[in-house]
T-cell receptor, first 111, second 116 residues
Framework: RKEVEQDPGPFNVPEGATVAFNCTYSNSASQSFFWYRQDCRKEPKLLMS???SGNEDGRFTAQLNRASQYISLLIRDSKLSDSATYLCVVNSGAGSYQLTFGKGTKLSVIP | SQTIHQWPATLVQPVGSPLSLECTVE??????LYWYRQAAGRGLQLLFYSVGIGQISSEVPQNLSASRPQDRQFILSSKKLLLSDSGFYLCAWSFTLYSGSADTQYFGPGTRLTVL
């Protein structure tokens, strides 16, 4: 089983749409969770950390379900500039310096 | 604020040639440092990480090596490149949490390596 699994997409959505991405992880000891975005041929950049209670940052909402080992990202009112690949990232547990990256979900927002 | 630099931005090298990629971090002390590779159409693969000067942990056995000669300098090297070494090489840094767990990682702009 892959450690961090994401639907690769692509998700093609019109401007203004709401889109949701899901991610599952296999390591029940994971304690830190993140969403990164990666533009084509660029480095990944932190979008937001994901907290147990769920958290929101403007148009972006992240949710964590530890019991199901499931993370989600919701983007409301999509903009053209949201087009990118979204990477789900988890750490390897307490005392670990390692993060495991999913392969990403590609989003294209269409005019 | 912290910044991370990588160079060169792009590199084309023949098979069998040596490699040296450099990464430096500014604005923080004793960061954790990481080298990743992202092959075309694939996820990020952790190659090495370092929690201090001279301390290197290898995740993937291969013909690459890493060194940390100074607190904020991380170098990725190879004596002889293979075709399969082509990819996007990313350096990252993070703070160290007291628990020793991984904190948010911040990436440099990367080096795109093509081995011919």
């Amino acid at each position: 089983r892959k450690e961090v699994e994401q639907d690769p997409g692509p998700f093609n959505v019109p401007e203004g749409a709401t889109v949701a991405f899901n991610c599952t992880y296999s390591n029940s000891a994971s304690q830190s969770f993140f969403w990164y975005r990666q533009d084509c041929r660029k480095e990944p950049k932190l979008l937001m950390s994901v907290y147990s209670s769920g958290n929101e940052d403007g148009r972006f909402t992240a949710q964590l379900n530890r019991a199901s080992q499931y993370i989600s990202l919701l983007i409301r009112d999509s903009k053209l500039s949201d087009s990118a690949t979204y990477l789900c990232v988890v750490n390897s547990g307490a005392g670990s310096y390692q993060l495991t990256f999913g392969k990403g979900t590609k989003l294209s927002v269409i005019p | 604020s912290q910044t991370i630099h990588q160079w060169p931005a792009t590199l084309v090298q023949p098979v069998g040639s040596p490699l040296s990629l450099e990464c430096t971090v500014e604005g923080t002390s004793n960061p954790n440092l990481y080298w990743y590779r992202q092959a075309a159409g694939r996820g990020l693969q952790l190659l090495f990480y370092s929690v201090g000067i001279g301390q290197i942990s290898s995740e993937v056995p291969q013909n690459l090596s890493a060194s940390r000669p100074q607190d904020r300098q991380f170098i990725l090297s190879s004596k002889k490149l293979l075709l399969s070494d082509s990819g996007f090489y990313l350096c990252a840094w993070s703070f160290t949490l007291y628990s020793g767990s991984a904190d948010t990682q911040y990436f440099g702009p990367g080096t795109r390596l093509t081995v011919l």
